[in-house]
């Protein structure tokens, strides 16, 4: 079942001599509980990408669908709401809020959505994010993994239809890197969450379902590593 389509998808900033094609008629679809990497070299155009199926950065033509719904068709009202319940983010830096606590931040995107927290939920993330003990410290009592957990968690706290998740591992060692790997390859596996990673690094990329590369703000290769599973 297809969760994501991109059509010809072009973002260019400036104007003139000082235009920068970033995107340049992309076009691809993602399975549903897919594990898609998408890599490439600096500038390259894959972070832009990441920004624009999330509803963070609107592209210049073309049409981003998730769930058969045209993403920027919406108003501006409707795509935060967007945001909030359909796109997980996961960023390098982990973005925290540093006055709230583990489950405060973890649980900000549903109460700005103005809905009721689900308990049993953030006491299964936090039990399989290896937090239960964690759960009242703020971010500057945690390590740079952890941290990186508790985003894990916020991205997930919601169930959104798609998992972004822009150099995840790209700031911690190695033994967090893979650590933080494997938890999104469980929430993948284990709640069937379609996950989308960029990465620079091939060996992260190797582990997906799937990888896309992109060179110049174009797909220059799109080759399948296994099935998907169902």
């Known amino acids: 079942m297809e969760i994501l389509k991109v059509e010809n998808l072009t973002k260019i900033y400036g104007a003139g001599n000082n235009e920068v094609r970033a995107l340049d008629n992309v076009s691809f ?14 500038g390259s155009g894959k972070s832009t990408l990441l920004h624009i199926l999330g509803g963070v ?11 058969d719904q045209d993403v920027y068709a919406q108003n501006e009202e409707q795509l935060a709401i967007f945001r909030r319940r359909q796109v997980g983010l996961i ?17 900000l995107p549903v109460l700005m959505d103005g ?17 239960t003990k964690r ?8 390590s740079g993994g952890q941290q990186q957990r508790v985003s894990i968690g916020r991205a997930l706290m919601n169930d959104p239809a798609v998992v972004l998740a822009d150099e995840p591992t790209g700031n911690l060692d190695t033994k967090n890197s893979q650590e933080i790997l494997e938890l ?14 960029i990465t620079h690094d091939e060996s992260i990329a190797l582990q997906a379902d799937r990888i896309i590369a992109i060179e110049d703000g174009r797909i220059v290769r799109d080759e399948q590593l296994r099935g998907v599973q169902k």
Do not use: C, H, W
Not at 91 to 107: A, D, H, K, R
């Open 29 to 42: 679809s993602v399975e549903k509980g897919e594990f898609l990497a998408i890599i490439g070299p600096s």
């Open 57 to 67: 950065d609107a592209p210049t033509s073309g049409k981003v669908y998730m769930n």
């Open 91 to 107: 960023y390098q830096f982990y973005n925290l809020i540093p006055v709230l606590n583990v489950v405060e931040n973890m649980t």
């Open 115 to 131: 809905r009721k927290v689900n308990e049993e939920r953030v006491n299964e993330l936090l039990e399989t994010l290896s937090l």
């Open 135 to 142: 759960k009242n410290n703020l971010p500057n009592q945690l």
């Open 184 to 197: 999104l390859k469980y929430s993948n596996k284990q709640y069937g969450q379609t996950l989308i990673v």
